[in-house]
């Protein structure tokens, strides 16, 4: 028996005990082709998790956090002479222009408020001003405050462009229904111990199989990080061109399986009524939160800091955690926040033990109920 933690934090996220012990096997040389034979599957298999047909879209595995799903599309799609509209309106959006100025590729930083989603008009202007630009790119689910960017609108204008659109949709596939298809969808990318509910150290990109092979001839900004040189290796020898991350396909595997067993509207439906429950109860206790309502993707609820003198965030996180609860601080620049997920194998009954622990945590530490601003 593993001690169970509610995980409230944008991932990694709670784990069933199923999964945690499907790490749990013989020792295996990565290089058999039995393993070869699960990692080919289990890319297979993603596939559904967006609704990408196999005779269009492949998926290809690396080693590592979701960072590096934005350091690979970024690096090892962008033809020579064109440049990346990066439409951003969050922390991970500017991941990828962080990404884009320490390889020193063209790029528009397409920069807009935090608390808003982009404007279309603007990401559409950019378009109309640069015949150059080969790549869209931005951010599906903004984690550090929970707006839900409108991708299938950003995607349609990519397309009218004739460019790829790239999305980060680490914090909300295999969470918030989606379809490659119908989001207009180029490439997009995820990590194991997020949406599937696996463990860290696996990560996927889902793409254009005719546009990956077209990469090939642009230039080499990276070796471990170069999406065809992936890609082609796996193709040609069903091996990762490095070392995979052995037990935790193993629990990807095993995770899969369980989202497959739920169901993708069952799924969401959970998610969504863990965040209607953490609201509710952010409300009773008096907290507001940062982002319209209107705007949440549903899965983080970006918390304001009371104006108490006996507020500290430590401090009840720490009540919190030595609980079994975990709070995570925001990524809000100009504002004091704390997230709230709903991420992760957790249901409602997880919620209302964890506002009984937060309540608690507030009056141990003389915050005044309900919190004041």
Known sequence: ??????????????????????????????????FGDKMYQLGIDLLGTVHADPAKYTTVLFCGSGTVNIDVCLNSLLP??????????????????EVCEYYGMPHINLKSSVYEQPNLN??????????????????????????????????????????????????????IPIDMEEDNIDFCMASAQKGIMGMTGLSFIIGNEEEICKSKNYPKRSYYCNLYLQYDYFKKTGQMHFTPPVQTVYAAIQALKE?????????????????????????????????????????????????????????????CQERGFTIYPGKISDNETFRLCSLGAIDVEDIDNFLIVLKEALKSNNVTIPVQY
């Open 1 to 34: 028996m593993v001690k169970r933690n509610v995980l409230l934090n944008p991932g990694p996220a709670t784990t069933t005990d199923t999964v945690k012990m499907a790490q749990i096997v013989p020792d295996i040389c990565p290089r058999e082709e039995e």
């Open 80 to 97: 020579e002479d064109k440049k990346i509209l990066i439409v951003n309106n969050g922390a991970y959006s500017s991941r990828a222009v």
């Open 122 to 175: 603007d990401v559409k202007k950019a378009l109309d001003e640069n015949p150059d630009i080969a790549m869209v790119y931005t951010t599906h689910h903004e984690t550090g405050t929970g707006v839900l960017n409108p991708i299938r609108e950003i995607g349609q204008l990519a397309h009218d462009y004739d460019a790829i659109f790239v999305v980060d949709t680490t914090s909300s596939l295999a969470m």
């Open 259 to 319: 989202y497959y067993d739920e169901g993708e509207q069952d799924k969401w439906n959970r998610h969504q009524r863990v965040m209607a429950r953490i609201q509710e109860g952010l409300k009773e206790l008096g907290f507001k939160e940062a982002i319209k309502p209107e705007i949440q993707s549903g899965l983080v609820a970006s918390v304001l800091y009371p104006k108490d003198d006996n507020w500290s965030f430590d401090k009840v996180h720490d009540y």
